[in-house]
């Protein structure tokens, strides 16, 4: 017995020695933990309940310089569905009724709703799609439809809200506004005045500290954001809205018709650089329909043809090496020069005639003789007159993927015996639409060369942050002697030259049209097509704007592919509906003198108007640019999708008006 209680006794000893071992341990393991290793898990599970949440700032918009709405930006929504929180009975009573508002709103059948639903539930789906890019107001209506009123926890809604970027206008000017966004790659791409300004569109992100809750909520630790969120600022463009939809659809209307690959235009006021409207559509090959893909104004650097004959009047005229009186003959509008034609496009006719008439009707052969003839000892001054010009470098646009122009150099080792006569006649080198139009520009501006402007100011409410004036590239191409010769024979172009289909003794315009080849020298010339194009001013006799048009791939099939036919009419419609359409302006006396009526409503008036300033305004059935205009006014902030009177407001009329409110209009 005694042994078997000494046993018993060792056993407890052994117990007892092993539970000290673990308590030692577990001290050991906890003073570890709060002392060696304490920072360490402080900070973890700091991580883990408390979390930095970023606010996104409200991107500005992009507004035309008559003040329409360009790109903004809109909540969108997509709804979808855990099939499994809701409960039996729930679920069974609400399927249907559910359905039938998800019919009535998003315009499916009911019965196509019920299958998704009870598909979703009987294959307990967590996140099934209902509808997506949907406006506020059709998440409101949708989070308050049978079922889903009650909520995630119980009727299983669940709601993704993004911002995206609209452009109210439509596809109309889409390539310039541009975008800022990552491709699929992952690659940041900026295009157009979106990425060129998107400094000051982007504003800057602020920051929120959350601590995370029950239910896996999380909320706000502080009343105040750790960094507030600045909105960005607001854009306003050079473009007019109204000249914009003119060129616009006067350029599709032509490249429809000539079964065209792609084409652009650009209006740009002739005092300010300002651009009025930029176009660039291209066929889709497909559908053979027209977009906006490329901006073809701006990257396209290709050989201009015959519009760069002005280049040669320049350096002619301004050199002293001609006058405008002096006689070439055409040799029958066909001349050699190192085993290589130069022809006319048509060769009968007179024969001999003046360098100004040689323009006028656009003569190779003798704007490559005049040319030729006095450069051919030193071409050097030749290009040195174009590099003195601007000619040879890009314009430095704010928007990127300007094209590079390419003029030879007699240092160059591609120079050769061709290419001085080469150049006379728009071979041989490069540039841009919008590059050409600067030079012509240039000669209506009196020989100021001015940048193009693509944006006037950036603004904040109505307070302007920065403003961009006018740039002058080249403050005098030429010598006023030239620039009155130059306009002259530009004038004479569109009068009794090769652009003569186009003249109106009603309205005067003046410039130059151009038919390149292009291609010409691949697969023995069986890659060869035409670039149409036509630059000039209007009106002639004191420019207000210029404009070119250039038409890439005409259909040839009918030996019409000419610049005056193809490119011609699209100028001289622009500049007709912007002059015959536009209103009329007249001069008001008297404006500040005070008529009694006025004086009366006013006081009877202004109390009522003052009280309206407090409170949201009933803005359904108003226009959406008087309605962003009052709003304006208001101080409240204005966000816009679709185009046309307001359909909804997203804070109905009489609420009060709080700081920093932002309202949301849908547009029909």
């Known amino acids: 017995m005694a042994v078997e209680d000494k046993y018993i006794s060792y056993r407890i000893y052994l117990v007892a020695f092993v539970v000290f071992l673990m308590a030692m341990a577990i001290t050991i393991k906890l003073t570890n933990i709060q002392w060696v290793h304490g920072d360490k898990y402080r900070k973890l599970a700091k991580d883990l309940t408390v979390k930095t949440f970023v606010i996104h700032a409200n991107k500005g918009n992009i507004y035309s310089s008559d003040g329409s709405l360009l790109a903004t930006s809109i909540p969108n929504y997509t ?44 294959s307990k789906n967590r996140y099934t799609l209902i509808a997506e890019k949907l406006s506020y107001t059709e998440y409101a209506k ?5 079922l889903f009123e009650k909520g995630a926890n119980k009727g299983g809604i669940i709601v993704e809200q993004k911002t995206v970027r609209v452009h109210p206008i439509g596809q109309i000017a889409e390539r310039t506004i541009g975008y800022d966004k990552l491709n699929e790659e992952g690659i940041q791409k900026q295009v157009g005045i979106e990425g060129a300004f998107g400094k000051y569109l982007n504003g800057k992100d602020g920051k929120i500290l959350k601590q995370k809750i029950a239910k896996g909520q999380w909320k706000p630790i502080r009343d105040v954001n750790e960094v507030d969120p600045q909105d960005g600022y607001d854009v306003i463009s050079s473009i007019d809205v109204f000249i914009q939809d003119i060129a616009h659809h006067a350029l599709l209307k032509q490249l429809q018709e000539y079964k065209a690959e792609h084409g652009c235009v650009v209006v740009m006021e002739t005092k300010t650089g300002q651009i009025k409207a930029i176009s660039n559509l291209g066929k889709d090959a497909v559908s053979g329909n027209y977009y906006e893909t490329e901006n073809y104004a701006i990257k396209e650097s290709h050989e201009p043809g015959s519009t760069f004959k002005l280049v040669d009047m320049i350096a002619l005229l301004d050199d002293q090496k001609v006058d405008t009186s002096k006689v070439y003959d055409r040799k029958g509008g066909l001349i050699t020069y190192y085993g290589k034609k130069v022809e006319d496009s048509h060769r009968g006719g007179e024969q001999k005639i003046s360098l100004a008439r040689g323009f006028e009707i656009s003569s190779n052969t003798v704007m490559v003789q005049a040319v030729y003839e ?4 030193n071409p050097k001054q030749f290009i040195d007159r174009i590099d003195r010009m601007g000619m040879n470098k890009p314009l430095g646009l704010p928007i990127q993927g300007e094209g590079t122009p390419i003029i030879p150099h007699p240092s160059d080792k591609r120079w050769s015996a061709l290419s001085l006569p080469w150049m006379a006649f728009g071979y041989g080198v490069a540039v841009t639409p919008l ?49 009155k010769k130059l306009k002259e024979v530009l004038h004479n172009v569109v009068k009794k030259g090769t652009g003569k289909s186009l003249y ?68 001289k419609r622009i500049a ?16 500040d003198k005070k008529i009694a009526i006025q004086e009366n409503d006013y006081k009877l ?12 305004p009933n803005l359904k059935g108003m226009s959406g640019m008087d309605a962003v205009t009052l709003l304006g006014n208001l101080g409240i902030k204005v966000k816009i999708k679709g185009i046309g009177k307001v359909k909804r407001q997203s804070i109905p009329a009489g609420e009060p008006i709080n700081k920093n409110t932002i309202l949301l209009l849908e547009l029909s």
Not at 142 to 146: A, D, G, W, Y
Not at 374 to 377: A, D, E, G, P, T
Not at 437 to 447: C, F
Request: glycine share 6%.
């Open 79 to 122: 709804i979808r569905f855990d099939a499994v929180v809701p409960k039996e009975e729930a679920f069974e009573k609400n399927v249907k009724p559910l359905s039938d508002n998800l019919s009535k709103l998003l315009g499916k059948p009911s019965s196509y709703f019920q299958a998704v639903l009870r598909k979703a539930r009987n």
């Open 142 to 146: 949708i989070k308050k439809f049978p």
């Open 374 to 377: 006095n450069y051919r000892n």
């Open 435 to 483: 590059q050409t139009l600067t030079l012509y520009n240039a000669v209506a501006n009196n020989g100021e060369m001015i940048k193009p402007q693509f944006v006037s100011e950036i603004k904040e409410w109505n307070k302007t942050i920065k403003k961009y004036n006018k740039e002058v590239i080249n403050p005098k191409i030429c010598s006023d002697e030239t620039i």
């Open 504 to 571: 109106s003794k009603d309205f005067s315009m003046a410039g130059k049209t151009g038919t390149a080849q292009a291609n010409y020298g691949t697969n023995g010339g069986a890659g060869k097509h035409y670039i149409s194009s036509f630059v000039g001013y209007f009106p002639a006799e004191k420019p207000k704007y210029s404009c070119i048009v250039v038409v890439h791939k005409p259909d040839a099939s009918k030996n019409n592919y000419y610049g005056a036919d193809v490119a011609g009419p699209v100028f």
């Open 576 to 591: 007709q509906k912007i002059f015959t359409d536009a209103p009329s302006t007249n001069e008001i006396k008297n404006l």
């Open 605 to 616: 008036n202004d109390p009522k108007a003052q009280e309206l300033k407090k409170s949201i």
